[in-house]
């Protein structure tokens, strides 16, 4: 595979770098774009590059897969309370990928159980508020502290 090819490829699947103009690093910027709703292309474009499945993703953000499917249809955006939680998740992701180098790295840490407990990461991302108990855990990671 020419070396061009293999970038693309790295790229597709990099959140920061096929996120990058969404500016998810303030959260008024995150709130207010919430607020206009995000298109679907976003969500399935998300999708694709952390591999979860789609159904999988949108049980996470508590919409179905088909609910998505009839906004894209219907080239709706997503509700504020959607859009703010997809755009959190993205957030986590960046920074996941930040610290941990790759998505796929990441995730497999999302999947991970904490010290002596049953919960994983994963777990808590059902709600916004879990994203950013998720977000302080990786922040506190970065800093050095076991998680």
Do not use: C
């Amino acid at each position: 595979m020419p070396a061009t090819a293999i970038a693309l490829q790295k790229e597709k699947y990099s959140v920061l770098h096929r996120f990058m103009g969404l500016e998810l690093g303030n959260l008024y910027r995150l709130v207010t774009s919430a607020h206009k709703g995000v298109k679907t292309k976003v969500f399935y474009d998300f999708a694709e590059t952390i591999k979860m499945p789609e159904k999988e993703l949108a049980g996470i953000i508590n919409l179905s897969a088909r609910t998505i499917s009839n906004y894209k249809e219907q080239q709706k955006v997503l509700e504020p309370i959607y859009s703010e939680h997809l755009l959190k998740l993205i957030a986590l992701y960046e920074k996941g990928e930040t610290i941990f180098g790759t998505v796929d790295e990441f995730s497999y840490w999302l999947k991970k159980p904490f010290w002596g407990a049953r919960e994983t990461p994963i777990d808590w991302l059902v709600t916004p508020g879990g994203v950013d108990i998720i977000s302080e855990e990786l922040d506190k990671l970065a800093e050095g502290y076991p998680v």
